[in-house]
């Protein structure tokens, strides 16, 4: 299948990440507020971001953020903690 060629309009790109780094201060700050610790439970539900996709893949949004987060070098798991909820803390 070929690629579609797709116009992204500058000012798009230019809300989109300015967005994204709106939710990632968000969640920093909620961390920040809570003793450096967040879960994606906690984050979806506070900043009032729940997501999901025709009722299934609940909270990917918060969950994708956490993860944008932890490979900025932001926030880190916390060791020793496997099973959810899991915690986030911020570095």
Do not use: F
Request: aromatic letters at 4%; zero cysteines.
């Amino acid at each position: 299948m070929r690629k579609r060629q797709i116009k992204v309009p500058p000012s798009s790109l230019k809300k989109a990440q300015s967005g994204l780094a709106l939710l990632k201060e968000s969640i920093l700050e909620l961390a920040s507020a809570n003793d450096g610790l967040v879960t994606n439970a906690e984050a979806s539900e506070y900043l009032e971001l729940s997501s999901d996709y025709n009722g299934k893949q609940k909270d990917y949004l918060t969950y994708s953020i956490l993860g944008l987060l932890m490979r900025d070098g932001k926030i880190e798991r916390e060791k020793g903690n496997s099973k959810p909820p899991i915690l986030h803390r911020i570095k």
